[in-house]
């Protein structure tokens, strides 16, 4: 599967963006989406994802300040992220994985392009 995201851009800290990450084709029962962030000098971290159809993960730096869920509208998901920190400037891809019966599997091997959000502070 094919993924694009869009919605980065530059904000103040307190500010909010949305991020899509739109898929060439029908995801919701056959892919588990997750978005990745790559700040400079550091590794890449999962910082959310959709697994089986519904079920949300975020990780312990962006709880309680982002919501990700898949979009129909364009077979993907999006990431609202509200009172973005400096820390949370990098770029942002999402990824995609198998699923098969609610079940994800395997590794992420599908991946978009990213786009980057900066905060500043």
């Known amino acids: 599967v094919q993924l694009a995201e869009s919605g980065g851009g530059s904000v103040q800290a307190g500010g909010s963006l949305r991020l899509s990450c739109a898929a060439s084709k029908y995801t919701y029962t056959s892919y588990c989406l997750a978005w990745f962030r790559q700040a400079p000098g550091k590794e890449r971290e999962e910082v959310a994802r959709?697994?089986?159809?519904?079920?949300?993960w975020y990780s312990d730096s962006v709880k309680g300040r982002v919501t990700v869920a898949r979009d129909s509208t364009i077979n993907g998901m999006y990431i609202q992220m509200n009172n973005l920190k400096p820390e949370d400037t990098g770029n942002y891809s999402c990824?995609?994985?198998?699923?098969?019966?609610?079940?994800?599997?395997?590794?992420?091997?599908?991946w978009g392009q990213g786009t980057q959000v900066t905060v500043s502070s």
């Open positions: 990824a995609a994985r198998p699923m098969s019966g609610g079940v994800c599997y395997g590794d992420y091997n599908d």
């Open positions: 959709v697994e089986g159809y519904d079920t949300v």
